[in-house]
């Protein structure tokens, strides 16, 4: 029986819960099961039980191999068998919420990404992570709103300093160092790579950090945001300020499940 392979086994260990979830995908794209906002809400839920199960103690290669299983399974099932569709049946029930939901936390480690699918006239923090630079604080994650597509940004409101000349966020580089860095810092400089700031803006009211009358948006190429969801979930990387005198003022945050953010996302607005 399949039963197993449902997402919905809240007892289920955290590997588990990724097969259960990736066997689930695998049927799903060869036959075509579900509308694409349940997909995107099921590659969501997938890239959650991935990190937990990072979090809890397995490595890539476990769940590379688990993920192998799950699609091995889900390519020797018949697309029209009863378990199977009883599987969908099960799912749909499950993630049937999902569709109102606008906002969710996704926790971490250390820290945690929010997440909103709420439809907004004016620029506002689709997927958002929080922390402080000296008396700074610094936002990081993916602004959107009705009229303007998502890009990741960095809005940083300073305390006693000129604006920088130029930002760039920095992390493993995984076509250099395949292996995931895990000593809560970045790895050796010949193991990064950084992504340049493209443009900055005055930040809209909606970006600031509560308090703030006024402050930065330094935009990123997607290509950033591609590299981040890339990174294992433990991970961290840094947005880093570049001064006219040379200094550098460095915020840190957590890569986390941010792919799981942007999964969810993807959803669309709502």
Known sequence: MLMAATPIVAFAAPQDRFYERSFVLAANDRCGLFAPQLTAALTAAAYQA????LRAGSNDRQLAETAQRARARA???PCGSADLKTVSGRVQTAFSGWSRVTKMEFPGERR?????RAAYARPTWRLMQATVTGASPVRFGVVGGMD??????AVVSW?????PTGVRVVMRDHTVAPRPWLAHDLPPVAQRRAFWAAGVTSADAMLLSEGRPAGQAWLFPAAAADALSALDPREVFTVEFLFRDGSIARSTFEA??????RAFLAMGQV
Do not use: C
């Open 50 to 53: 991935r990190g937990a199960a």
């Open 75 to 77: 390519g020797s099932t």
């Open 112 to 116: 945690r990404w929010s997440a909103d």
């Open 148 to 153: 303007r597509p998502d890009q990741l940004a």
């Open 159 to 163: 305390q006693g300093r000129s604006r």
């Open 256 to 261: 986390g499940d941010f792919a799981a953010g």
